[in-house]
């Protein structure tokens, strides 16, 4: 059984910096491209960030293009989400996924029917 633990949310004044950690068991954690996801209050989760199982091929949406940075630990099981220059729209809940079915990067940050995990949560002051 997949399960995946993201932690490294908190409360941050616009302009701060925060780094996500995601770490995955239950699968060959290499085998996989992972996403970022993340949802605001009243909206739909949406795709931010992913990386192939490598890392080499990375994606960003444009919100976070320039200031997010995705990276993974293929043996420490994890993936990261770098965050500078942090704005109060970048306030939500944030998830990981891996990407199980294979429609790779950028694809699966479109794909619906993921299992998640608790996610953690971002909140940025104005």
């Known amino acids: 059984q997949v399960q995946v633990v993201e932690s490294g949310g908190g409360l941050v004044q616009a302009g701060g910096s925060l780094r996500l950690s995601c770490t995955v068991s239950?699968?060959?954690?290499?085998?996989?491209?992972m996403g970022w996801f993340r949802q605001a209050p009243g909206k739909e989760r949406e795709g931010v960030s992913c990386?192939?199982?490598?890392?080499?091929?990375?994606y960003y949406a444009d919100s976070v293009k320039g200031r997010f940075t995705i990276s993974r630990n293929n043996a420490k099981n994890t993936l990261y989400l770098q965050m500078n220059s942090l704005k109060p729209e970048d306030t939500a809940m944030y998830y990981c996924?891996?990407?199980?079915?294979?429609?790779?990067?950028?694809?699966?940050?479109?794909?619906?029917?993921?299992?998640w995990g608790q996610g953690t949560q971002v909140t940025v002051s104005s």
């Open positions: 996924a891996p990407d199980e079915v294979g429609w790779q990067c950028p694809g699966l940050l479109s794909r619906t029917g993921y299992t």
């Open positions: 239950g699968l060959t954690f290499d085998d996989y491209a």
């Open positions: 990386l192939n199982w490598s890392g080499s091929s990375t």
